[in-house]
Nanobody, 124 residues
Framework: QVQLVESGGGLVQAGGSLRLSCAAS????????MGWFRQAPGKERGIVAT????????YYAGSVKGRFTISRDNAKNTVYLQMNDLKPEDTAVYYC?????????????????WGQGTQVTVSS
């Protein structure tokens, strides 16, 4: 089992920035690919960004490309999502997820472990 805890969400004005963090338990964090997903009211949970275990490959949804950056620090067992130029349509609960690299694909949705989520609200 992998335990994931997100933090860093909050209320921000359009055009502002936030950085989300995902802290993972266990000593095998460096072997997992990671992803950020989000879910707005009435919408299906969708992919935001993913990253391989080494950080060598990243994938971004078209709606956030150029504004968001996913990164990881394996020494700290932490994955980050830097969000710049936030828009009201970015408002959602953001979830961190982990999967073994053997079952990972850049735009895949099948993850084995999920965090509890953190709320991001962007006002006009």
């Amino acid at each position: 089992q992998v335990q994931l805890v997100e933090s860093g969400g909050g209320l921000v004005q359009a055009g502002g920035s936030l950085r989300l963090s995902c802290a993972a338990s266990g000593r095998t964090f460096s072997s997992y690919a990671m992803g950020w997903f989000r879910q707005a009211p009435g919408k299906e949970r969708g992919i935001v960004a993913t990253i391989t275990s080494s950080g060598g490959t990243r994938y971004y949804a078209g709606s956030v490309k150029g504004r968001f950056t996913i990164s990881r620090d394996n020494a700290k067992n932490t994955v980050y999502l830097q969000m710049n130029d936030l828009k009201p349509e970015d408002t959602a609960v953001y979830y961190c997820a982990a999967t073994k690299e053997s079952s990972w694909s850049p735009s895949g949705r099948n993850y084995d472990y999920w965090g509890q989520g953190t709320q991001v609200t962007v006002s006009s």
